[in-house]
């Protein structure tokens, strides 16, 4: 099985920043897109951003001009970078990685970690 772990996350003051790291392992062959989601008590769930293969960038309005992703293929490592942190970033974020592995094509999820903007 795939394992996934993310890390990273914490309390930080408004206007800080927080990177976020996670890191995929096992029998992958390659990574075709990885994400990362948060979900608010009550609320969707929201894709914060993602990155393709190819390398494609998207974000969530929200997060915009303030939160950068990117990857390291050699690593199956996909980070967020978050800057600017406002009280409302606060939640759980998740990574989501759809690789293939030597088998077939699937999506695979971190346990999640706690980001806390807070004074």
């Known amino acids: 099985q795939v394992q996934v772990v993310e890390s990273g996350g914490g309390l930080v003051q408004p206007g800080g920043s927080l990177r976020l790291s996670c890191t995929a392992s096992?029998?992958?062959?390659?990574?075709?897109?990885m994400g990362w989601y948060r979900r608010a008590p009550g609320k969707q769930r929201e894709l914060v951003a993602r990155i393709t293969g190819g390398g494609e960038t998207g974000y969530a309005d929200s997060v915009k001009g303030r939160f950068t992703i990117s990857r390291d293929n050699a690593k199956n490592t996909v980070y967020l970078q978050m800057n600017s942190l406002k009280p409302e970033d606060t939640n759980v974020y998740y990574c989501?990685?759809?690789?293939?592995?030597?088998?077939?094509?699937?999506?695979?999820w971190g346990q999640g970690t706690q980001v806390t903007v807070s004074s």
């Open positions: 989501n990685i759809i690789a293939t592995t030597y088998r077939y094509t699937d999506v695979f």
């Open positions: 096992g029998s992958i062959f390659s990574i075709n897109a």
